[in-house]
């Protein structure tokens, strides 16, 4: 599988606040087995790569300059016999992102971040009878700051707000944990779930104020929500 993705934004000549051209090119190949003694099995590899080219009325903007290329490649291993199923997956991430901008100085500055992550999931589903199924999953996942909410320092129009991004950022990473049972009949159909998630250096915008408490610019935080 293989995508490319090209978004454009800009205004009229003469009154441009800003303008993006970002391009995203992603590909995937997998390769899937049929069952071999109760067992499947799938693997696959992928990369991607995207940019972006940011001009404004100004030296800052909501999404600066960056390059960035993205690898991952993983492996699902499903075993079925009688009334169970059970499904394990790993993978592992790698992603290169260089931010191209000028500081708070009008210093041009080209920061080079990489990260890393290994994911996983585990479930198990059991046929109670012809109606009734229930199954239980745990589940690993990650996700890095995104270039505007490191370096980002501008009017998100969309948003009516502005926002200043945080270079000290961490990972999101997120433990989710869910069981559920469903019936379903020729008729009816009906699904009860529990769920429950934990996500560490959570990234959320943080309205900031000021000593008068008049609020100020929109920072984007990585922790618990207050």
Known sequence: EIANDVSYTSSKLNSVADSFYIVTNSAEV????RYLNNFSSEIGISGSTQSNYHQTVDYFGVIPNFLNYGGGVYAIQK????????E??????????QVY????????????HEYSHLSGTLGATYQVSDRLTWNINYGNAW?????????G?????????????DSALAV?????????????????????????????????????????????????ASGEVP
């Open 30 to 33: 997998e390769w899937q087995t």
């Open 79 to 86: 075993w079925q016999k009688g009334f169970w199923t059970i």
């Open 88 to 97: 394990g997956g790993l993978r592992y991430d790698y992603l290169w992102e």
């Open 101 to 112: 901008m000028f500081n708070e100085q009008l210093n041009y500055i080209s920061p080079l």
């Open 143 to 151: 996700r890095p700051p995104e270039p505007n909410e490191l370096y």
């Open 153 to 165: 320092r501008g009017v998100h129009l969309s948003a009516a707000s502005y926002e200043v991004g």
């Open 172 to 220: 999101e990473q997120a433990n989710n944990f869910s069981t559920s049972a469903r019936y379903q009949s020729p008729k009816l159909t009906v699904e009860l779930g529990l769920y429950y998630n934990i996500i560490n250096n959570f990234i959320f915008l943080e309205p900031t104020a000021n000593s008068a408490g008049v609020l100020q610019p929109v920072h984007l």
